[in-house]
């Protein structure tokens, strides 16, 4: 939890400057859908990066009085983000929670790694999908019909977020293509304006 708490603070910084009701109001206006985040957790987690110096507050202590503090993300902070986002952590019921984090920043990332986060999660539910299979065979004929459909209503969840992500994979590749192409036309048209004014 503290790994994506940290991306996800440090990922609304990167957006603007907050105060920590702001940024409590913006993770959970973003991601409350499957994530609470208590004060409790989300001030010690500003100050752990406070004193990291990864976030900064934005007006001096003896200027802050009756306002409140306004934080903002530093160059250290932003390297602490890039590595935060990339980490390749333990795939346990967690890392459905922290791709998510990861995924409402994708913005920050390269291409390239955008696919290769979503190439490793596809890999990651493919092989939850093989164990449900798996519990299914090896159980359906010892457990209630409630477990049955527990088990099965995984199965499909998987499946239907492994279609997800085969199109968000295919979208990122045919964006890098174009941009790729794009990018390969404008040198060759900047190639042939420098062999016409040579001639």
Known sequence: MQGMLEIAVLGLLKERSMHGYQLSKQLSDTLGGFWRVSYGSLYPTLRRLEKQGAVEQVFAKEEVGRRK???RITAKGETLFDSLILETGAQESSEDNKFRVRLRFFKYLKPESRIRLLERRRAYLEERLQQIQESIDRTQERIDSYTLSLMTHGQDSTRSDIA?????????????????NGTTQTRRQRSAAVRKEQA
Do not use: G, H, K, P
């Open 69 to 71: 503090n306004v934080y």
């Open 164 to 180: 997800w992500l085969d199109d968000l994979i295919t979208a990122e590749r045919t964006q890098l293509t174009a941009a790729t």
